[in-house]
């Protein structure tokens, strides 16, 4: 049984590896575009079809799709061991579990003193990546987020590949606000389709707002990274984003070689889910 995603990306993990050594703390700003001309071809064949199939028309039909949570029902825990044996089958190489990696990141904000609900966000940011096992490829689950339906930013990663997005030939949508008005409010606008997105949606009814906006704008580096599209935020959403920020560190430095004792933590983490989450949740 192949559990490997349609797309270039020898795992779904190469993509996330490939962010964190782009936003690396000691890289310099100017210093990307090197680092962009550098990255593995497979990883920019995977931003290519993403910015070139990520259209407004493309992100409405999975909305259509996928909102309706129609999928199915299972636990927090099964999605995390369904997407833990899926990246391992399609990753041999890789030093550390999905859950494992998961657990780091959400033990250093324990380790920090933040809220439960921040560790549980920490532990199921990336959830969102069972799409896969409904099919989606690899350019439909991960990858740098940005609305759809407006101009792109030059911050986003590789903003030539838009060029052959259907998109960029209907002016209505290349204008800086697209269909959208100025601080609009992020609820009004429409993210490019992935596990972002889709873990919002099932998560919406149980976890506090700053939880909602951790799960759902944490690949959207141009904005929460590069501070741009604040012109369709609202006050509200430019305080939020403040948590995003607080949030990014840990899921992109927390990766180290010391496995996490998961037997041990497996309690803890149990525990927590329950206090939030039903026994078992539409997906
Ligand atoms: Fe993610
Ligand atoms: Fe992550």
């Known amino acids: 049984m192949s559990t490997v995603s349609a797309g270039p990306l020898e795992s779904l993990d190469q993509w996330d590896d490939d962010v964190r050594a782009r936003y690396r703390p000691d890289r310099k700003k100017e210093e990307f575009r090197v680092y962009d001309d550098k990255t593995p071809q497979v990883v920019r064949d995977f931003y290519k079809l993403n910015h070139e199939n990520q259209t407004l028309e493309f992100v409405l039909a999975k909305k259509a799709e996928y909102t309706p949570l129609n999928h199915g029902e299972m636990s927090i825990w099964d999605a995390m061991e369904r997407l833990d044996k899926l990246v391992d089958d399609s990753d041999p190489d890789t030093d550390l579990s999905q859950i494992e990696h998961n657990l780091q990141t959400a033990e250093a904000m324990r380790a920090d003193g933040h809220p439960r609900w921040m560790i549980l966000t920490g532990f199921i940011h990336d959830l969102g990546k069972v799409l896969t096992l409904y099919g989606e490829p ?111 560190p840990y899921d992109l430095y927390s990766k180290s070689a010391a496995k996490p004792d998961r037997a041990a933590l497996e309690p803890y983490y149990r525990e927590l889910i329950a206090e939030f989450f039903p026994p078992t949740l539409k997906w």
């Open 138 to 248: 690899q350019w439909a689950v991960v990858g740098d987020t940005f609305p759809v339906g407006c101009r792109w930013s030059d911050k986003i990663v590789y903003p030539e590949y838009f060029e052959n997005n259907p998109d960029s030939a209907n002016p209505e949508l290349m204008s800086p606000y697209g269909v959208y008005d100025e601080q609009i409010g992020l609820d009004n606008i429409h993210m490019s389709w992935g596990h972002d997105e889709y873990l919002y949606h099932v998560t919406k009814p149980y976890l506090p707002e700053a939880a909602l906006y951790m799960i759902r704008y944490h690949s959207w580096y141009s904005a929460h990274r590069e501070l741009d599209y604040q012109y369709l935020m609202s006050d509200h959403d430019l305080e939020m984003m403040n948590e995003v920020r607080k949030f990014n």
